[in-house]
């Protein structure tokens, strides 16, 4: 497996990331941790002339609290989103997320930048990312701007990052107090969602107050449950109620079918894995 | 010379569980691997290949590629004369057997997606792939061949049409005709008509499988030595270098294979592969050294496939639980073109389909089928896993409409083990075994009474997970093999093996093996062997393999063989060492070589204390100062061993899964397996192997297709697509043996390599069609995938009134069946 001759550059900021993209053109590629890029290489599916590896630039790494927002640098590695206090502390629901992708190996070089900038209809950090209202902080030659997640996820593996654009950060509003799981249904523990559900909720006094849920798989994009959350406001979280409001987190998903999973099996998994996603959080 | 005060015998090293000798440099990645090969000058060769399954090649056009710098040439097949080769199929299992020309390189036609129709030489493997990328070829495509059933039919489009059919061969086994047993047709027509009888009927699919080594195959050729040196990741070193002296016409002594340490082959690299052909032919047109090594995508579209076939069985029983027939028919998909022993490998199911039964009348009729596919041969068990599954599916099926306890039901059929040895209705002669005693183990380290009362709890409480149970009661034919068997099925070599052992002036001992490990750990086994043969220290026993210069004979290593066959012939040439000792230590002792007895490494002369090690003799021959007249100085040694039987190991495997009957997720929940192989040389060695045995196994069951569109364009060319399972989705494995000792070999062995694989299938799929057949659900195609668990759940239910009759009874659960729905002639296969 080897990849088509490219140049590479490794800028140490931002700013000469910016140039490098617009001296590259639309034949350059950024290089965030590699894992969905180099295969992409290798099997020769895509062929660019120059390689800008964004491992060099410090101000992209790590995590940060900001008010009521932890503020994430698009280099963070999944390993390192994964072990984060703070983040288990206020936005426990990406975290529990990480923790489903693929293999330790994987999770050391795959960023969350790369994941979501990626936006694979089957990648995992997505449907919590919508699902928690995250905001994308997009860096450009006129400088940045912030878009918000429900804007960001275009089409399959399309966002709002234009050319010539880089995503910097990712900004989370903080949860803290509330429930998290996402519900993972794969083939084998290290292969990509069929379905999954990332739900969120805060209980008070046993009735669900507030709800969140987003659905990965079920459209090019991911999908809020927005007809579940609704149902479940107000709800005691009872394993009846729960799985009862669950059986709307179908409504307004358009899944494929291919060899793992026909769209009616998708739809039906989005409801059973809502239901038990729920009940975990809430749990 | 020395005398001894303390004839103190050394601990046994059979039987010891030594951490293995060759782990230190394959864990640690300091071990040369075939593409670690860097020779100066080395060129590098790409393969292009073929995106149609069928095409007719109507030009190649090179001249893209050859502009690229760093490119040395451009060939397509007629360049190097890669379309005249006929790569060989040393297996014809019939007279008639049709065998399509296989070329290294296709000419005019295509007959596989990833057929490989054009090589670039170039300094680097990167200059290479690039200029592959642009080597533009013209095809005209022509109908796909894809369905085994409907490539018999008349009028089907040919995958081959200067053969005229795409049948390969039909090779039958008739118990009547043989006069090994009854006629199975009249068998299954005296049970339809008679009251106290039943035909069980049923159709299976063996999905088609990749063996996926973790090493992708690689060859480097030197032509410039003063033999041709071919150092290839393969199984079969010795097969390899004489096949390519016959295809090639090359002189055999002029030819030198090497097979360094292999990652791994479950039998994907038993060939004569077209690449390692090419690059032979590249090596030598060029007067270069030249390496090919496969990427993984290459690997799995291109490396031989596995299993593949379908399967109609009926078996007539007594409504008390005997069995009276086996009728089995098969048609096994060969792909595109014969590989070395593809068409044999179905054909040795026919010796197993009977098991560990007792059956007194059985046909077994194979018909091999062309496609246009990846070829496929070879694959851990090969034959025998594809008939272990049918039975041991067949034995479940019969019990549930017998109503009858499923391991009650086998036991009345098996061979009890006061009656070994057993000819059975296939012929073979088991010489030792004791099914009783393996399944009365594993029951217990099962716990199977308590999880059959949990099932039903479950049952009860109509749990979301429910719980099955599944069994297999397996034998298998391993140790390949009599060299008078393979005769008598028209293979194409013997089944011997060869042993050197030579003895070094410091007492070390070099032994030289035919057999050619890839994983398995026979430096350590071999070892231990020796140690406790020659009476030396285990560390001085060095065990050599894999080159044709050192090991000059041998046929390698597929078919737990290694131990059984190779391993023999080591004790033989251990003895021969002895032997030819024995004269020389009675010059030494001064004593007459009757009264000589040797033990713990020394001749000692019976009622003395004086002795002299065979490490010491070793030195006196190597000095050769004095020793006796008439004889050679000299106490090395060579023995050739072929076995008279085959190895038999058997065991009892139980399975428990969870189906998440809302998702139709299978987990693993609990997997006891007794195994007896034997007398046992290495403890760790041997679960090891049934570790990995079992893995693989159940990776049929759960999760590994290579599945083709419906433009035969293989879906699972990356290893996303072909889900292998890891550790994660395993659980922990009860594994324990029985030991009854081999009687047809002096170590009392039998094979261990490909046990867990023959065994685990059956006991998986039995275990989850056992968690929801009371859903109504009859059959599931492998892998049985969650999304074909729910299916079936879901189409079982959809049956009108089906949901609420659904006590059809697990055959574990002891009802039996209430339901006239699972009826006779029912030979419905899976629901996908
Ligand atoms: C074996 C395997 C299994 C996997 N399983 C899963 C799984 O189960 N779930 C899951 O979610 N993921 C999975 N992944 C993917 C993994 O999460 C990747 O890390 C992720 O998809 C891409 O992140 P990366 O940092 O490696 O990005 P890269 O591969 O480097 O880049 C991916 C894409 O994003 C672009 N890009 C990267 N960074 C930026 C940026 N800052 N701004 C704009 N564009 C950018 C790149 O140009 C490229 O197009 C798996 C990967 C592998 C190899």
């Known amino acids: 497996m080897i990849p088509a001759q490219f140049d590479y550059v490794r800028p140490t900021t931002v700013e000469e990331a910016v140039q490098a993209l617009r001296d590259g053109g639309d034949d350059a590629k950024l290089l965030a941790g590699g894992q969905s890029l180099l295969p992409v290489l290798r099997l020769r599916m895509a062929d660019p002339s120059l390689i800008i590896d964004l491992g060099g630039i410090a101000e992209l790494k790590g995590l940060r609290e900001e008010g009521n927002e932890v503020v994430v640098g698009a280099m963070t590695s999944h390993h390192d989103v994964a072990r984060d206090d703070t983040l288990r502390q206020h936005v426990a629901l990406i975290q529990e997320a990480t923790k ?6 994987v999770r050391h070089r795959g960023t969350l930048g790369g994941a979501l900038a990626h936006a694979d209809p089957a990648g995992d950090l997505a449907a919590p990312a919508l699902a928690l209202d995250a905001q994308f902080v997009i860096a450009g030659p006129n400088g940045t701007r912030t878009v918000a997640a429900a804007d960001f996820f275009e089409d399959y593996f399309t966002t709002a990052i234009g050319e010539g654009e880089l995503l910097t950060e990712i900004r989370f509003p903080k949860f803290t107090g509330w429930g998290a799981r996402y519900e993972k249904f794969n083939r084998v523990a290290q292969a990509w969602s069929i379905v999954a559900v990332a739900a969120t909720v805060k209980v008070e006094g046993g009735t669900i107050s507030e709800a969140r849920i987003g659905l990965t798989n079920m459209a090019g994009t991911p999908v809020r449950a927005r007809a579940v959350e609704s149902a479940l406001v107000g709800q005691s979280a009872s394993e009846e109620n729960v799985r009862k409001a669950a059986q709307a987190a179908a409504e307004g998903t358009s899944p494929t079918a ?26 | 010379m020395t005398t001894t005060e303390n004839p103190s015998t050394p601990a046994p090293e059979i039987g010891r569980d030594r951490r293995r000798k060759e782990d230190r440099r394959l864990i640690t990645g300091r071990t040369r691997w075939v593409d670690n090969q860097a020779l100066t000058g080395l060129l590098h060769l790409s393969v292009v290949r073929s995106p149609f399954a069928h095409a007719n090649i109507k030009g190649i056009d090179t001249s893209a ?12 097949a007629a360049d190097i004369g890669a379309d005249q080769v006929q790569l060989p199929c040393a297996w014809p299992i019939t007279k008639d057997m049709k065998s399509p020309q296989r070329p290294a390189l296709a000419g005019s036609r295509v007959n596989f997606a990833g057929e490989g129709v054009a090589v670039v030489v170039a300094r680097s493997a990167a200059i ?25 039919k008349d009028g089907a489009t040919l995958v081959h049409p200067e053969i005229g059919t795409n049948a390969n061969a039909q090779w039958v086994f008739d118990s009547g005709e043989a006069g090994s047993g009854g006629d199975v047709a009249e068998a299954l027509k005296k049970a339809e008509s008679d009251d106290d009888q039943i035909v069980v009927r049923r159709r299976f699919r063996q999905q088609r499988l990749v063996p996926v080594f973790m090493e992708p195959r690689s060859t480097v050729v030197d032509p410039n030595s003063e033999q041709l040196t071919m150092w290839s990741s393969t199984q079969v070193p010795h097969i390899l270098k004489t096949m390519l002296a016959l295809t090639l016409g090359l002189p055999e002594h002029k030819i030198r294979v090497i097979a360094p340490d292999v990652g791994g082959g479950f039998g994907g690299k038993i060939a004569v592969a077209p690449e390692e052909v090419l690059t032979l032919l590249v090596a030598r047109k060029l007067g270069k050294p030249v390496k090919w090594t496969e990427t993984r995508s290459e690997s799995l579209l291109t490396a031989h496939h596995g299993r593949d076939q379908v399967q109609e069985l009926a078996m007539s029983v007594t409504k008390d639980g005997q069995i009276t027939g086996l009728d089995v028919k098969l048609i096994a998909d060969m792909g595109a073109y014969l590989g070395l022993v593809g068409p044999g490998v179905p054909i040795l199911g026919a010796f197993m389909f009977n098991a560990i039964y007792k059956i007194p009348a059985y046909r077994f009729d194979c018909t091999n089928v062309f496609t246009t596919k990846t070829l496929t041969d070879a694959y851990r068990g090969a034959g025998r896993p594809e008939a272990t599954f049918g039975i041991e599916r067949l034995m479940d099926e019969a019990a549930l409409e017998l109503g009858m306890e499923p391991l009650e039901f086998r036991e009345k059929n098996w061979i009890k083990h006061e009656e070994f040895p057993y000819t059975t209705v296939s012929t073979l002669t088991y010489d030792t075994g ?47 093999a009599p060299s008078r068997v393979l005769g008598s099925l028209d293979y194409g070599a013997g089944g011997w093996e060869t042993a050197s052992i030579r003895m070094q002036p410091t007492g070390k001992a070099e032994v030289v093996v035919g057999v050619s490990p890839h994983g398995q750990g026979h430096e350590t086994a071999f070892s231990q062997i020796v140690a406790d043969q020659l009476g030396v220290p285990f560390d001085d026993v060095e065990i050599l393999h894999g080159d044709t210069q050192s090991s000059y004979k041998g046929l390698d290593t597929y078919g737990s063989r290694s131990l059984a066959v190779g391993g023999i012939a080591v004790v033989k040439a251990a003895e021969k060492v002895i032997e030819k000792a024995k004269p020389i230590a009675a010059h030494m002792l001064e004593a007459s070589e009757g009264d000589l007895e040797f033990s713990g490494g020394k001749f000692t002369v019976k009622g003395t204390d004086k002795g002299v090690g065979i490490q010491d003799i070793a030195l006196a021959v190597f000095a050769a100062h004095d020793y006796p007249e008439g004889i050679e100085p000299d106490i090395d040694a060579h023995a050739t061993f072929d076995p008279e039987n085959f190895s038999f190991p058997h065991g009892t495997h139980l399975c428990a899964v969870e189906v998440d009957t809302e998702t139709g997720f299978v987990s693993l929940y609990k997997y006891v397996c007794v195994d007896d192989v034997g007398n046992v040389i290495n403890p760790l060695i041997v679960e090891g192997q049934v570790h990995g045995g079992l893995a693989q196994g159940i990776a049929q069951a759960l999760y590994e297709e290579a599945a083709y569109d419906d433009q035969g364009t293989l879906l699972s060319g990356t290893l996303v697509d072909y889900t292998l399972p890891t550790a994660a989705d395993l659980i922990s494995f009860d594994t324990a043996n029985t030991t009854t000792a081999s009687t047809t070999n002096p170590l009392g062995v039998k094979g261990v390599g490909e046990a867990g694989t023959i065994a685990s299938t059956p006991a998986v799929v039995n275990s989850v069609l056992d968690a929801i057949r009371h859903l109504g659900v009859k059959d599931i195609d492998m892998p049985t995938t969650p999304y074909r668990v729910w299916t079936a759940i879901q189409s079982a239910s959809g049956h009108a009134g089906r949901a609420d009759e659904a006590d059809v009874a697990s055959p574990g659960a002891g009802l039996g069946s209430t339901a006239s729905d699972i009826s006779k002639g029912d030979t419905q296969g899976g629901h996908l």
């Open chain 2, 65 to 76: 590629a050859k502009q690229v710098p760093g490119v040395v040439a451009v060939y397509s």
């Open chain 2, 128 to 152: 290479a792939k690039d200029a592959a990328e642009l080597v533009e070829v013209d095809y005209e495509e022509l109908e796909p061949v894809l369905d085994m059933e409907e490539a018999l």
């Open chain 1, 258 to 283: 291919d060899a793992d999973a026909g769209s009616d099996y998708r739809e039906h998994l989005a409801r059973v894995l809502t239901g038990r996603a729920v009940l975990a959080a809430a749990g």
């Open chain 2, 434 to 480: 004791n099914y009783e005693a393996a399944t009365e183990q594993a029951k217990q380290m099962f716990d199977y009474d308590g999880l059959r009362r949990e099932q039903q709890e479950r049952r009860r409480r109509g749990d979301v997970k429910q719980l099955g149970i599944g069994i297999s009661t397996f034998t298998e034919m391993c140790g390949l």
């Open chain 1, 100 to 105: 489903t992708v693929a293999d330790p190996q």
